[in-house]
C-alpha cells in the first residue's frame, strides 16, 4: 500500500510560483509507477494537471502546459511540480497520485480512474 503526502502548498499573488513535493512511504521505491498531480477546485471536478510515467515521459494538461514541471526523484521516492507564474484559475487542492505500471497510453496520466493510490491534498491559493 502506497501512502502519499502533498508538501508545499500555501498562498502566493498571481505571477508567484511555488513548489509541490510529493513523498511516497510505505513502498520500496517508486520507479515502477507512474506518478501525476491533480486539483480540484471548489464546486468542480477533479481534474489531471501533469503526469509522469515510469520512462520519465511527461503530458501536461493544456492551462498549464510551458508553466508547470512535474518532474521525480526516484532515489527520495519524491515527486515534484514547479509552478510558475500562477493565476487565479489554479487556486485548488492539488493531489499526487501514483499506480503501478507504466501508462499505455499518454491520456491515462491525467485521467482519475487510472490511478489507484492518493494523498490526502495541499492547498493552493492565487489572489489578484
Known amino acids: 500500500q502506497v501512502q502519499l503526502d502533498e508538501f508545499g502548498g500555501g498562498s502566493v499573488q498571481s505571477g508567484g510560483s511555488l513548489r509541490l513535493s510529493c513523498v511516497a512511504s510505505?513502498?520500496?521505491?517508486?520507479?515502477?509507477?507512474?506518478m501525476g498531480w491533480f486539483r480540484q477546485a471548489p464546486g468542480k471536478e477533479r481534474e489531471g494537471v501533469a503526469g509522469?510515467?515510469?520512462?520519465?515521459?511527461?503530458t501536461y494538461e493544456d492551462s498549464v502546459e510551458g508553466r508547470f514541471t512535474i518532474s521525480r526523484d526516484n532515489a527520495k521516492n519524491t515527486l515534484y511540480l514547479q509552478m510558475n507564474d500562477l493565476e487565479p484559475e489554479d487556486t485548488a487542492t492539488y493531489y499526487c497520485?501514483?499506480?503501478?505500471?507504466?501508462?499505455?497510453?499518454?491520456?491515462?496520466?491525467?485521467?482519475?480512474?487510472?490511478?489507484?493510490?492518493w494523498g490526502l491534498g495541499t492547498q493552493v491559493i492565487v489572489s489578484l
Open positions: 497520485a501514483a499506480e503501478a505500471g507504466a501508462a499505455g497510453h499518454e491520456w491515462y496520466l491525467l485521467e482519475t480512474p487510472k490511478f489507484s493510490y
Open positions: 510505505e513502498v520500496s521505491s517508486i520507479t515502477p509507477y507512474r
Open positions: 509522469i510515467d515510469t520512462n520519465g515521459h511527461t
